[in-house]
């Protein structure tokens, strides 16, 4: 119990400071969105209890993801090849650190008028699936199982009732937590590399690897890496700097987007931008900072004052990285639509894609001052910020058509988005070089 | 005498509450070769990378040739090479895409030096990083850093991950590579035998200082253990004397310092025997880091 306690206490990293902020962010946003989001006098109680499941799951989401870091650290141990005790310890570790998480969200459940079964154990589930996002090794794990909340949700539409839908997750997330226990070969890369396991390995699961370098071959024979100051060969990911991810993302939305019924309309938009927003864009920060340290040899070429060259040259090709990226996702979504008819809302994920860029340009530089491997306030504040907005901008932009993007409140958004803008390059501009490179801790 | 290519004015910096480096300076000129040492955690890296503008000081001065740091021309900035400690990344590139890349950022680049080295070092250039080995991938690094023909090159633990060959093969590499050029060299290492090998001067960190800075021939020539026929009253007069203690009818102590009392001054002041026996670095090393943690 006591090695638990202590493998507990480096998954949360800030220890319980982290989940008392949690608790309170939780609280505060929920608050705000049912303030914003739904008139309980006229909505149904139904949509209420729907709206606030789809905002734990994205909650939840976030948290795994960070447990998922925290376990795949303590992974690399050789002692996860040699020593059962210490699996287990891992793996019980992460199913109780998932559901303290869990049970801080229970009071915002219980007061949506969900059920004690499915408010105690529904963002546990979700938060140990959205963990294979990070631990997975293989396909299955990595990208389907942390989607399956959201498929299983949508269930619903077909009047499958809400404790069948929590006893399916139940059972899919001990699929998972077993294929975790189970896996012995996948660490065996892991001691072949430097020190801390290099930063591929930090970064993608065994399979993914051997794309990314199927990829860097072909980046090869497209553009050799060869020119003065092009620092976003050190700071991206050859299978990313072809829109793997976007394409990865994509694929998720139109999952998602299959399972929305046709009635259904802004909540599950708002959500969908939301978390789309969240995953996409936060696994390529955390990929940017991993790889950050890859520029030391060269950094102090461009180390005037304050290193102000050098965080210009990041900034400008990680914009160009994102911009492209959403060109890339609203082609792939075009191109999807024009093969399959009625399957998708073009104009819809065309709008969405708009969104999803403007709002990640506008917070990119505030991103990238961000400590991302442990949770604290700072970075709950601003993805808090972050989410609303997203959330806000998503909705109004699925009521409205193109056209009204120059109405007025759209353009004071807009001015909104570019004073955002301004104010993170200002907060990235200050941000030390030394805070930038910093990896943990 | 020799210009100055870094010079250090009292630096400061603390993390958190634990200070690492406190009003540390040092003064290091053209051609010199600079092993670093001290125990882990006392602060080399943090040194090293504050040099190179990695790290923000909280007060003090880094001058690299007489110029401030940040004002530093580009011309001269592409003259100091740099090997982190940390890694190599690039694991998805191939040895040759590796350094070409690298190649792009400096003006200076020595293609047909880095080849060279790769063909020595029996390198694959179609390798992927990823597949190297440890002490391979930091053998890259020190090629990236050499191919640059550095007039500064700064190097944190180049050494660490390989073997005696490897070591050797390096080294001779360095040693050349300052006579040709009149590099001037920092390099941080544990293994003091290397240090032995090819440091024109020793730099020992402790307490967030550089505690002892010596020639390294005038260090060897003089750091010994010394054996007292009687027992020395006023130890504290002789401040290059350290960790002294009593034995049976007699004293010993350590000369640690070059720069203070001769031996011959010490027997002559004390008017006693003293039998010297000559200190290898390692047991110099041992000796006044204990001293200094005691």
Known sequence: MKQITSTLNIFLRQEWISVTVYFIATVLFLFIIYQTGVDLATEEIEHHQRHSLLLITMLSIFIGLYLGNGFLRLQKSPLWLIHPGYRLNLILSLICAAFIYGAVQFTAMFYAGWGWPISLLAPGCITLLSAQFIIGNNLLLKYIFPATPFILFQLTNYEINYNLILLLLIIVTSLAIYLNASNKQKLESWASGLMSGNLQQQLKAANILSWNNKFADLYQKIHAPVGKSDLSIALIQPANRFGLSSLLIGIFCLVSLYFIDSDSGKLEIETFATMILGSGLMGGFIELKLLARQTKPVAHLFGQSQHAIFKKKILTCIDKHISIQAALFIIFILLISLLVDGFVKPLLMLKMGFSIAIIGLAFLPMMLCLNWFNINFKLILVMLIYAAIAFWFCGWIYQHSLMDLLSLPALLAITGLVLIRLVSSYLWKRQSVEQFMRVYG | ?294
């Open chain 2, 1 to 294: 005498m020799n210009k100055s290519v870094i010079e250090i004015n009292k630096v400061n910096k603390r993390y958190k509450n634990k200070s690492v480096l406190a009003d540390l300076t040092i003064n290091i000129e053209a051609g010199q070769i600079i092993g670093l040492v001290g125990r882990n955690g006392a602060g080399k890296t943090t040194l090293i990378e504050s040099i190179m503008g990695l790290k923000e000081i909280e007060s003090g001065e880094i001058y690299l040739w007489q110029q401030k740091l940040g004002d530093l021309p580009q011309k001269q900035k592409e003259l100091i090479g740099f090997v982190p400690q940390d890694g190599i990344g690039f694991e998805w590139m191939r040895v040759n895409q590796y350094l070409e890349y690298f190649g792009g950022f400096f003006h200076h680049w020595d293609k047909n030096y880095s080849d060279d080295l790769i063909k020595r070092w029996k390198i694959d250039k179609k390798s992927r990083i990823a597949d190297l080995s440890g002490g391979q991938q930091q053998i890259l690094q020190v090629i990236q850093a050499l191919s640059i023909k550095p007039q500064l090159l700064i190097l944190d633990e180049p050494v660490a991950h390989l073997d005696p060959n490897m070591r050797r093969q390096f080294l001779s590499e360095l040693v050349g590579l300052t006579c040709e050029l009149g590099t001037t060299v920092l390099f941080s290492t544990h293994i003091i035998s290397d240090l032995e090998r090819i440091a024109s001067h020793i730099a020992l960190l402790n307490n967030g200082k550089i505690e002892h800075f010596y020639e390294l021939e005038d260090l060897k020539a003089h750091a010994a253990s010394l054996l007292f026929e009687g027992e020395v009253a006023e130890r504290q007069q002789f401040n290059n004397l350290i960790n002294w203690q009593s034995i049976n009818q007699g004293s010993k102590a350590i000369l640690a310092d070059p720069n203070g009392p001769s031996l011959e001054a010490i027997k002559q002041q004390l008017n006693m025997t003293i039998q010297s026996q000559p200190l290898s670095l390692e047991d110099w090393y041992l000796e006044v880091t204990n001293e200094a943690n005691n």
